[in-house]
Each structure stands twice: as C-alpha cells, then as structure tokens.
C-alpha cells in the first residue's frame, strides 16, 4: 500500500508533466477542496451576473440590442451550468452547490453586487467585466483538472462575442449624441475599478495563491493577469474617446507596462463582505426564485416517477 | 398590389409582429427567474425565437410601408397601435401560468404558420418556413409542461388547472379577424384565421385532458378587441418599459 | 442541505455535429425524465447551430474504466506492432495493397 506522501508526490509529477487530472484519478483532499471552491465561484458569479444585465432586457433601445443581450444572459447562464457539472464530476451536488451559495459558505465575484443604473451599464459590463474575466478565462483553459479545463475552453469560445457586443454597445453612443457619450463616460467611471478589483488581492496578499500556481489550478498570478487586462484595454478606451478614471494610469517604457494608482482595498473588502449595494438583493432574488418554484421540481419529479412506473407495467 | 389590399397586408402583418415581441417580451421576464437552470435556458431560447419573428415581420410591415424600419413598430408606436392578441400580453404569474399562455398561443400559432406556408406571399411563406420549426418546439415544450404539472402532484394539478382556467376568457381573441382580411383570404395571401379555431380547440382539450385537467366551459363569454388597439390595463406598462430609454433620448441611435 | 432541493438526475450529452461523424461528449444536464433531458441538451449544447443529433444518458448508467486499471487494460496492446499495416515490408512493386 503505498501512502499519501508517496501519492503526492505522484500527483504533483503528474501535473509538472502537464498531463491534466481526471475526476476518478486520486488527488489531495486539498486540491479537491480548493478546486471545488475555484470552479463553483465561477459557476455562482456566472449565475448571479445575469440579474444586473438582466435588469434591462425589457428595456433596451432597440430590437437588435434586445435579442444580443438576451442571448448573452442566456450564454451566461449556459455557462453556468458547465460549470456546476465540471464541479458535480468532483462528488458534489447540484443542490449542494445551491445551499452553500444560499448559505453564503460559498462566495461570487463582488461585481456583481454593483447596481446597473444606465443602459450605457450593458457595455461596460461587456467591454470590461466581460474582457476582465476573459483574461482570467483563457488562462484557465491550461488549468490541471481536466473537466475544468474543457469547460473553460467552450466558454472562451462562446465568450468572445460578449465582449465585442458590449464594445460595439458603447461605440455606437460615444458616437452619438453628448448626452449619449456622457452616459457613457459615467458607465466607465463606476466599473473601471470593480474591474480591477475583479483579478483578486495583489498575489501578497492573496490567500490561497502560492498552492494554486504549484497545483496548476491557476496558471498566471492575480497581478500579472490584472496588468495584462489594464494594458490590453487603454487603447481601448482611447478609440471610445473614453476618459479612464485613474490620474495615475501612464505608459512606464521601462516595465513595458502600463502604471497605475492605488486600488481601493477597503471597499474590495467589504463588498466581499456583504456591504456591496446589490449583496443582499441578488441573493435574496436567487433563494426566492428557488424557493417559489419548489413545486414545479417536485411536479416534474412525480410525473416522472408515475412514469417510469407506468413503463414497467407495460413491460411486464 | 393594389392600395387597398397592400394597406391590409400591412395590418395583419404588424399584428402577428406585435404578438411575437409582446410574447417575447414577456417571457424574457422570465430570464434569471426560471424554475430551475436548464429552464431558465430554455424560457430564453423560446423567447429569443419570438423576438426573432417580430423582427421579421416588422421588418416586412416597414418595406410595405414606405421604408420604415424594425424598431419603429417597437418604440415609435402608441398602446392603441399594438394590436397584439390580448393574451400575449397577461402577466407571466407562476410558472403554470406561462405554461398555460404557452399551450395555448403555441398551439394557435403554429396552426397558423402551417397555413401560411401556402401563402401566395412569398415573403410570409418564407417566414412561416423557418417560424413553423420554432413553433413545433414551442408546442412541445408546452405540453410536456402542461402534462408534467397537470399529471403531477395535487398542488401542481391545481396551478396548473388556474392557469388554463384565467387565461381562457382571452384565447378567442386570438381569433379575431378584421374586415379587410378577408381580401388577402380570397387572394390567397392568409388563412381564414377565425377558421382554424375548431381545430385548435380540439388540440388543445387533448393536451387538457392528458394532463388530467379540466377543460373550461367552451360557451363562456369571451374578451375581444385587441385587432382594433383594444388593450387590458398590461399593455401600458409593458410599453413604457419598452419604449423607456427611446423616449427618453428621442432620435438617437443605438 | 435545503430538504425542499431537488434538482433532478444527472445526463450526459453526446452531441452529433455532422451527419456521418462521431458523437461526442459535451458536458451533462439536470432533467427528471428523458423528454426534458433530450430537450435540455439542445437547448444547451446546441445554441450555435452545433447539432445534428444528440444522445442523452443517465449518468447512472456509464461504466468507466479506473485509472487503477490503466495499465492492465491499456498497455498489453503496446507491443502488438503486428496490428498495424506498416509493420509489413511489400516490395514497391507491388501496387494497391
């Protein structure tokens, strides 16, 4: 019998090959914890992000721009859902996953917990929430468990034209009207640094990074892949004609990088805490949607049973 | 075309586009308050299909009609311009509720595309061509439900039979027809619609019935007017949220 | 865990993309019966036009080899090279073979 150090180090080999983990390969209970709580975030920030964009369906300003946004909550929610099952393929259950998020054991990202105020809010969603989690989101294709992996790639694949719909959103008021361009601006102004915030604490301070890097969950540290988002996205914002709201932000020829100033922590923290301005309505609306659609699951579940019954009899 | 007849087309064209984005508006309320994940997705899918075809079809009203384009037909009009059926416009209630306005409309509008599809119109029999494929989906969509909740457990039995029961007094105004149809029905252009409501009964008392429910009380009184901009108390408030940010920034695009 | 949670049996969907190829695995669904578990499945995996055909399957029901078993089950048939068609030497001469 070989013990668990041995297994470890095994493990740990595996991985440094770059072969990825499959769900029935042994694997630390760590690595299963920490995975479990990586992928199932993931799926809740998925989830819970398609009520601010939701918001605005029922009033967006045109037929096209209607049919986008839907589709691209209905994405998100697909999303999702790959999601929760890369994390069932680890033994745990889609009800379980409800209740720790219900119970608040397990966490989403904190932009969400912004409200949506302007339509102008669609696209910055898309342009930066959208771009922010993408950088995040190619890098974990190369993640070590593979049903995560696999899932990652599907939705890059999918998530590109979140993006681009939420750039051609804001393209088309900055090139509109000044009252237009000035929503537009403001929209900018409120999600620049949720966005940022958005990468996690700087990699000092971040609590579970240096095992992730070692274990390949996550592949590129929280600032390194903060930096990649800000550079990739000033030129961005200067074709808008956008102001980015950090006095801070300059090119630094040196680092071959982009400078920037000081993110609030303070406030990172207590969104994460719950003090954000949405916490508590987007959970409440989630358990109650659950909670009053108990008896259509319960229906569903009946008629099947009598179903599955009424086939063996015919059976026999 | 002559004048006359060209006026009508436009009229029953806008009706069916009013009732696919005012259905598909509604529904898309259901976004992120789905009974569970995979049918939140499927809510989204459907509705998604029905704003497709008002699309198509609005678009089609604005080339009859001197150039006007999609959008007008959604946020340039009044509540007494939409002439959306009345039941695509009640409220989403339960879930058993949606299922029940979905039984109902589906049903109808797949019997009419089915017709269309013989339209001497080669544009809307192109449109009932694709529309058919969607609806057949709608349909089945709907009577799984209607049969899953009827068939179900006692509480969903009785949801469910609310449903089919509120939204009853509303489902002959699906029906309704205007005088200047009845050219296009002698051209060949669309099906008598009044018509096709026998059929429409007969498949939907089978689903009714299936799903161990009751089938309302056929001779009951029923509401009308939605052909002539006659609306329930709904419509208003589904177009101010509709129409919100268009009025608010008059003349922009976006 | 909530007692009044029930988010129905687990399916894994295999979708054909073309007439004529293989159906692969695409992820899974929650579905209480085979009807909605078909239809869960295209409205998932199918958004974009990606589907021909699809299979769905109670989790339930698929066997999977162990990674225990890895070795025994995969490497005897390593040194089989006799399996293969190039292991055959066939003077040029000869044509279509």
């Given at each position: 019998m070989e013990n668990v150090m041995e297994l470890e180090a095994q493990f740990q080999a595996k991985i440094d090959r770059g072969e990825f983990i499959e769900p029935k390969d042994w694997m630390p209970e760590k690595y299963r914890k920490t995975l479990i709580r990586q992928i199932s975030q993931h799926a809740h920030s998925e989830i819970i992000g398609m009520q601010p964009e939701g918001n605005w369906i029922t009033r967006a300003p045109s037929l096209r721009r209607k049919a986008i946004l839907l589709a691209k909550i209905q994405d998100e929610a697909g999303h999702g859902l790959y999601l929760y099952s890369a994390c069932e393929?680890?033994?745990?259950?889609r009800e379980e996953l409800n209740h720790q998020l219900h119970t608040g054991a397990a966490k989403y990202s904190?932009?969400?917990?912004?409200?949506?105020?302007?339509?102008a809010d669609m696209g910055a969603i898309g342009w930066l929430v959208d771009g922010a989690a993408i950088v995040n989101q190619v890098s974990l294709q190369?993640?070590?468990y593979g049903p995560y992996a696999r899932a990652m790639v599907r939705i890059c694949k999918e998530e590109s034209f979140h993006q681009r719909q939420g750039y051609e959103l804001l393209l088309s008021l900055c090139r509109g009207t000044a009252e237009q361009k000035a929503m537009a601006q403001d929209a900018m102004n409120r999600w620049w640094w949720p966005s940022l915030m958005?990468?996690?604490?700087?990699d000092a301070e971040s609590a579970h990074s240096a095992q992730s890097m070692q274990w390949k969950?996550?592949?590129?540290?929280n600032d390194e892949l903060r930096q990649k988002f800000i550079d990739k996205t000033v030129a961005q914002a200067e074709f808008l004609g956008?102001?980015?709201?950090?006095?801070?932000?300059?090119?630094n020829a040196e680092r071959g990088h982009y400078d920037f100033g000081q993110i609030d922590w303070e406030e990172f923290n207590n969104v994460i805490r719950?003090?954000?301005?949405?916490n508590k309505q987007r959970l409440n609306h989630h358990v109650k949607v659950h909670e009053e659609n108990v008896w259509v699951r319960e229906a569903a579940n009946a008629y099947a049973k009598k179903n599955a019954k009424k086939s063996e009899t015919l059976v026999a | 075309m002559s004048q006359g007849i060209n006026s009508s087309l436009i009229k029953f064209v806008v009706r069916l586009g009013d009732n696919n984005l005012i259905l598909g508006h509604r529904l898309s309320e259901w976004c992120s308050k789905g009974p569970f994940l995979e049918e939140d997705i499927a809510m989204s899918n459907i509705a998604l299909d029905y704003i497709g075809q008002a699309r198509v079809l609005y678009s089609y009203a604005g080339q009859l009609d001197g150039?006007?384009?999609?959008d007008y037909y959604a946020y340039e009009r009044r509540e007494h311009e939409f002439t959306n059926a009345l039941l695509c416009e009640?409220?989403?209630?339960d879930f058993g509720m949606t299922v029940a306005r979905q039984l109902y409309y589906s049903v109808f509008a797949y019997a009419l595309c089915n017709a269309l599809l013989?339209?001497?119109?080669e544009t809307l029999s192109g449109y009932a061509g694709k529309a058919v494929k969607e609806l057949a989906y709608h349909v089945r969509h709907a009577s799984d439900w209607t049969l899953r909740l009827g068939d179900g457990t006692e509480e969903s039995n009785k949801r469910m039979q609310h449903g089919i029961d509120e939204l009853?007094?509303?489902?002959?105004?699906?029906f309704a027809t205007l005088e200047s149809d009845k050219e296009l029905v002698a051209a060949g252009i669309i099906p008598d619609v009044a018509a096709m409501k026998g059929e429409w009964l007969e498949q939907v008392k089978d689903v009714i019935q299936r799903a161990t429910l009751t089938m309302p009380d056929v001779n009951a009184w029923q509401m009308e007017g939605s052909r002539k901009g006659?609306?329930?108390?709904n419509i208003g408030y589904i177009i101010s949220e509709l129409q919100y940010v268009t009025r608010a920034y008059p003349g922009c695009e976006w | 865990m909530s007692s009044n949670d029930n988010q129905f049996p687990l399916w894994e969907v295999f979708v054909?993309?073309?007439?004529?190829t293989p159906y692969k695995h695409a992820g899974s669904v929650h579905a209480a019966d085979k009807e909605m578990a078909i239809m869960n499945a295209r409205d998932l995996y199918?958004?974009?036009?990606?589907?021909n055909a699809l299979w769905v399957v109670p989790s339930n029901a698929i066997v999977a080899s162990s990674p225990e078993d890895m070795g025994a089950f995969?490497?005897?048939?390593?040194?089989?090279?006799?399996?293969?068609?190039?292991?055959y030497v066939i003077p040029n001469e000869v044509k279509h073979i």
């Open positions: 393929t680890m033994g745990i259950s904190s932009i969400f917990n912004y409200p949506t105020l302007s339509w190369r993640t070590s958005m990468f996690g604490p700087h969950i996550k592949r590129e540290s956008l102001t980015i709201p950090d006095p801070d932000l300059k090119w719950g003090n954000g301005p949405c | 150039g006007k384009n999609e009640t409220p989403n209630g013989k339209s001497k119109d009853w007094m509303y489902t002959h105004d699906l006659r609306h329930t108390e | 054909q993309t073309k007439s004529g199918t958004r974009r036009n990606e589907g995969f490497e005897p048939s390593n040194d089989k090279a006799y399996r293969h068609p190039t292991f």
